[in-house]
T-cell receptor
Framework: GAVVSQHPSRVICKSGTSVKIECRSL??????MFWYRQFPKQSLMLMAT?????????EQGVEKDKFLINHASLTLSTLTVTSAHPEDSSFYIC???????????FGDGTRLSIL | QKEVEQDPGPLSVPEGAIVSLNCTYS??????FMWYRQYSRKGPELLMY????GNKEDGRFTAQVDKSSKYISLFIRDSQPSDSATYLC??????????FGAGTRLFVKA
């Protein structure tokens, strides 16, 4: 069964709206979660690494004021796309790594469409 | 040069064929190697995970790691239409950051 739950799976909203995406680890405590963006037929692009209880680490070129990340507990990280515009439309995927094992487990992604 | 190179395909095979998917990499410090399967509009699903060199088998899937050649492979035996998906290789050092290949799109025709 799924070990990482991501919600919502689909969002359609107007330009200027802020959108929050939640990522939960279900069976383990994740001190670190990851947020990716994926364009059609392309691979995953790491946006930021979310650390529980501290600030997220953003990859080069990712606007931290645009993509707000909060990792308030060991099982929940949120990504808020602030004042979203059509160019922010994409597939956003979170992942978490179980400290007891090595590989990351992914959520099912959120398809964001900004009109 | 990208750290991880993966042919994006598409790769089209008949049902029952043996599929070979490959990645090459440049960073000799990579220790952990993964293969993920991603269906359209879904998140990647972990298929295989190996540490260092060697082979690992799980049902119809076999993962191989050749660190001397910096080359990893995933073999799918008796391929099925349900195996049609994008397959992503991934690898990392002992740290947190995982590097993904571009993904190979596989189509298995009935």
């Amino acid at each position: 069964g799924a070990v990482v739950s991501q919600h919502p799976s689909r969002v359609i909203c107007k330009s200027g709206t802020s959108v929050k995406i939640e990522c939960r680890s279900l069976d383990f405590q994740a001190t670190t979660m990851f947020w990716y963006r994926q364009f059609p037929k392309q691979s995953l692009m790491l946006m930021a690494t979310s650390n529980e209880g501290s600030k997220a680490t953003y990859e080069q070129g990712v606007e931290k004021d645009k993509f707000l990340i909060n990792h308030a507990s060991l099982t929940l990280s949120t990504l808020t796309v602030t004042s979203a515009h059509p160019e922010d439309s994409s597939f956003y995927i979170c992942s978490a790594r179980d400290p007891g094992s090595q590989p990351q487990h992914f959520g099912d992604g959120t398809r964001l469409s900004i009109l | 040069q990208k750290e991880v190179e993966q042919d994006p395909g598409p790769l089209s095979v008949p049902e029952g064929a043996i599929v070979s998917l490959n990645c090459t990499y440049s960073n000799s410090a990579f220790q952990y190697f993964m293969w993920y399967r991603q269906y359209s509009r879904k998140g990647p699903e972990l298929l295989m995970y190996t540490y260092s060199s060697g082979n690992k088998e799980d049902g119809r899937f076999t993962a191989q790691v050749d660190k001397s050649s910096k080359y990893i492979s995933l073999f799918i035996r008796d391929s099925q239409p349900s195996d049609s998906a994008t397959y992503l290789c991934a690898m990392r050092t002992g740290g947190f950051k995982t590097i993904f290949g571009a993904g190979t799109r596989l189509f298995v025709k009935a």
